[in-house]
């Protein structure tokens, strides 16, 4: 779905690619791509919904489609009805590439019992099950943050305040598509010669598909859905790199 994983994938295989959007959008453009390639693979599709997925299944009969997801625990799409697997083949993949440390592993599986167990995603008590999973809750104020690290929570406003707090420290997040940039782009240190903004925090949905690399700091006010803290806490490789603050 995002500029920036699509980039990624293609330094990383050295393949074409492209974002959902283009296979979407109204108009002819898609295309193109009909007559060039014959398979495609989708990644990410826990954030498409399905009308979406129905419109590229109908532009692109005759191809072979590969939908990529962890649908069900990571988070559902912010519009539309959720993709609905149905009749389609399905195939399912066990290993978590990202997952580096086995105490994490334990706590991600525990999640997805979770989430599996329950009728829906809300849970008011959600302080008490982080407590639960071996975490330690933190007060926001007094967290040792570097530009590097990655600090996400549920809301535009909560995000926001971290911005306003950590205003003297400069990094960006890229608006734009350019030669060497991609929107979504997250650039550490002087600003970049294109158009971005100061930020210092993202929302949860904004960062599904990226691996934190520093620190991880996830904000769990107002945090109710077992699925948003799932899809935060799987942004890790390691256990010691997540720090729950409040």
Do not use: A, G, V, W
């Given at each position: 779905p995002p500029w920036k994983l699509a980039r990624n994938k293609t330094k990383e295989y050295n393949v074409k690619s492209n974002v959902v959007?283009?296979?979407?959008?109204?108009g002819s453009e898609y295309l193109s791509i009909r007559r060039y390639y014959n398979v495609l693979i989708i990644?990410?599709?826990?954030?498409?919904?399905?009308?979406?997925?129905?419109?590229?299944?109908?532009?692109?009969n005759g191809l072979k489609i590969i939908f990529c997801g962890d649908i069900g625990y990571q988070l559902p799409p912010v519009e539309g009805k959720e993709f609905k697997i149905k009749n389609l083949p399905e195939i399912k993949h066990g290993t978590n590439f990202r997952c580096q440390c086995d105490i994490l592993q334990n706590i991600l599986n525990n999640c997805r019992r979770i989430i599996e167990g329950s009728k829906d995603d809300n849970f008011p008590e959600m302080k008490k099950i982080i407590r639960k999973l071996g975490f330690e809750i933190q007060n926001k104020d007094n967290i040792d943050y570097k530009i590097e690290d990655l600090i996400i929570c549920k809301t535009h406003k909560n995000k926001n305040t971290y911005t306003e707090k950590y205003k003297d420290l400069e990094k960006w997040r890229v608006t734009e598509n350019t030669k060497e940039f991609s929107n979504g782009d997250i650039i550490c240190g002087p600003k970049p010669d294109?158009?971005?903004?100061?930020?210092?925090?993202?929302?949860?949905h904004s960062i599904q598909g990226e691996t934190a690399t520093h620190k991880l700091f996830i904000d769990c006010n107002k945090l109710i859905s077992m699925r948003m803290l799932y899809s935060a806490l799987s942004r890790a490789k390691y256990f010691n790199q997540i720090i729950i603050v409040n």
């Open positions: 959007h283009y296979l979407t959008r109204p990644d990410e599709i826990s954030m498409i919904n399905n009308k979406d997925k129905k419109l590229i299944m109908k532009r692109f294109c158009r971005c903004d100061l930020q210092h925090s993202f929302t949860i």
